[in-house]
């Protein structure tokens, strides 16, 4: 029976179909309570080996059959338990991806770094008490977001337009609960207490895992070569996690085609509004300049464009044009996202507004509806600014009175 079943040159279509069943099942046995034991046990009889592609249309199919994203995010590093050993087609360093400055290289390498960060912390807090320069090795770890980033706003776009939903939502979702994770664990070592540490290396760890042999295989089997090369100009704004900023890659030279959604740079003179007109380069120096990020998002959606300021509150690069706007957040908070625009809408609202602490700066997110002379809803802008300076003055300052 095995011998049939991975055999997936025969019977493709019955052997693709029986795989992809198979392996939902056995998720769903993970999540209805049954050991790991148990439901490896079954898989071993089923499967010798299976791949990054059939674990992500499996975990596709039970959430766009009703199972939520959390449920499959709650026991995600069951899953990878329980396949390891098994998964196939994991990257090897050949071709493009193997040369420095390549996105793929680039994760790798500092999944390989941060291998030894987790080895030698492990080692201290097996040694005993906790030291100063175990709690300033452990502080690395927050840099981890970088890393994250990079996959969870220049990656995931690019699997979600190949229709690629489920894996980059759950792996989204557990990289935030690895960040809180790592700060419990240095919260504990504060305290002397290096449990919750030890729970967020293991954590780490496995994401690694995962990173390396489900993610990166299914970037290798539907990225183009110029989507790359994108992911590749996009990642000096996020920063490198453990090691020094790689060689600049460019890939083969040839084919250099810009990003979907990029601006040609050839197009009309000037764009033409009601009120007046603007030359193309004024155009976008006058969003370069304000005081604060603007993007918008159409009435299907989709990230359309965003302004590129230097102070920018929240990283945006051109892999999010034509992203769906819930894919842009963290799972805990799409919710929020899709609430805002169904009530934009339906008419019940016209703008919304938050605001948030981060590193010193008072940073105010507002969203507005855009609707048409007739009503129609045409859209969502969102502005984000950081207003701590605005809120510190007092007095005033007239325009005849100097500096």
């Given at each position: 029976?095995?011998?049939?079943?991975?055999?997936?040159?025969?019977?493709?279509?019955?052997?693709?179909?029986?795989?992809?069943?198979?392996?939902?099942?056995?998720?769903?046995?993970?999540?209805?309570?049954?050991?790991?034991?148990?439901?490896?046990?079954?898989?071993?009889?089923?499967?010798?080996?299976?791949?990054?592609?059939?674990?992500?249309?499996?975990?596709?199919?039970?959430?766009?059959?009703?199972?939520?994203?959390?449920?499959?995010?709650?026991?995600?590093?069951?899953?990878?338990?329980?396949?390891?050993?098994?998964?196939?087609?994991?990257?090897?360093?050949?071709?493009?991806?193997?040369?420095?400055?390549?996105?793929?290289?680039?994760?790798?390498?500092?999944?390989?770094?941060?291998?030894?960060?987790?080895?030698?912390?492990?080692?201290?807090?097996?040694?005993?008490?906790?030291?100063?320069?175990?709690?300033?090795?452990?502080?690395?770890?927050?840099?981890?977001?970088?890393?994250?980033?990079?996959?969870?706003?220049?990656?995931?776009?690019?699997?979600?337009?190949?229709?690629?939903?489920?894996?980059?939502?759950?792996?989204?979702?557990?990289?935030?609960?690895?960040?809180?994770?790592?700060?419990?664990?240095?919260?504990?070592?504060?305290?002397?207490?290096?449990?919750?540490?030890?729970?967020?290396?293991?954590?780490?760890?496995?994401?690694?895992?995962?990173?390396?042999?489900?993610?990166?295989?299914?970037?290798?089997?539907?990225?183009?070569?110029?989507?790359?090369?994108?992911?590749?100009?996009?990642?000096?704004?996020?920063?490198?996690?453990?090691?020094?900023?790689?060689?600049?890659?460019?890939?083969?030279?040839?084919?250099?085609?810009?990003?979907?959604?990029?601006?040609?740079?050839?197009?009309?003179?000037?764009?033409?509004?009601?009120?007046?007109?603007?030359?193309?380069?004024?155009?976008?120096?006058?969003?370069?300049?304000?005081?604060?990020?603007?993007?918008?998002?159409?009435?299907?959606?989709?990230?359309?464009?965003?302004?590129?300021?230097?102070?920018?509150?929240?990283?945006?690069?051109l892999s999010v044009l034509g992203r769906d706007v819930s894919n842009c957040h963290p799972p805990?908070?799409?919710?929020?996202?899709?609430?805002?625009?169904?009530?934009?809408?339906?008419?019940?609202?016209?703008?919304?507004?938050?605001?948030?602490?981060?590193?010193?700066?008072?940073?105010?997110?507002?969203?507005?509806?855009?609707?048409?002379?007739?009503?129609?809803?045409?859209?969502?802008?969102?502005?984000?600014?950081?207003?701590?300076?605005?809120?510190?003055?007092?007095?005033?300052?007239?325009?005849?009175?100097?500096?």
């Open positions: 029976m095995s011998q049939d079943i991975n055999n997936r040159e025969r019977r493709p279509e019955e052997t693709q179909s029986f795989r992809k069943e198979k392996l939902k099942e056995i998720i769903r046995q993970l999540h209805d309570g049954h050991t790991r034991e148990d439901v490896q046990a079954e898989f071993s009889q089923h499967f010798g080996d299976v791949s990054a592609e059939e674990i992500s249309a499996a975990e596709d199919a039970l959430i766009k059959e009703g199972m939520p994203v959390e449920e499959v995010q709650r026991l995600c590093d069951v899953h990878a338990a329980v396949f390891k050993g098994a998964i196939c087609g994991s990257p090897e360093d050949a071709g493009h991806e193997s040369q420095p400055g390549h996105p793929a290289h680039t994760l790798r390498a500092e999944n390989k770094a941060l291998e030894g960060l987790l080895r030698s912390l492990r080692e201290q807090l097996e040694k005993g008490p906790v030291t100063v320069a175990l709690k300033q090795e452990a502080a690395r770890l927050i840099g981890i977001d970088s890393h994250y980033k990079i996959k969870e706003n220049l990656l995931f776009p690019y699997l979600e337009k190949y229709g690629v939903q489920g894996p980059p939502k759950v792996m989204w979702g557990v990289d935030d609960e690895i960040r809180r994770e790592i700060k419990l664990g240095l919260v504990g070592l504060e305290q002397g207490d290096g449990q919750a540490l030890l729970y967020a290396l293991q954590r780490l760890e496995d994401m690694a895992f995962k990173e390396e042999n489900i993610l990166l295989p299914l970037l290798m089997e539907k990225l183009t070569l110029d989507e790359w090369r994108q992911v590749a100009d996009d990642t000096p704004e996020f920063g490198y996690f453990l090691i020094d900023p790689p060689t600049a890659w460019r890939g083969n030279q040839g084919g250099d085609s810009p990003a979907e959604g990029q601006v040609d740079s050839v197009q009309a003179d000037r764009v033409i509004l009601p009120t007046g007109s603007f030359r193309l380069e004024e155009l976008a120096a006058i969003f370069g300049t304000l005081p604060m990020d603007i993007t918008f998002v159409d009435r299907d959606d989709k990230v359309r464009f965003f302004s590129q300021t230097k102070d920018r509150a929240f990283p945006r690069t805990a908070s799409v919710h929020i996202v899709e609430k805002i625009v169904s009530d934009f809408k339906s008419g019940r609202k016209d703008h919304e507004d938050f605001w948030i602490q981060m590193g010193g700066r008072l940073i105010h997110i507002r969203y507005f509806a855009l609707r048409g002379d007739q009503g129609e809803y045409l859209g969502v802008v969102e502005t984000t600014q950081d207003i701590a300076p605005l809120k510190a003055i007092s007095g005033e300052k007239r325009l005849l009175s100097g500096e």
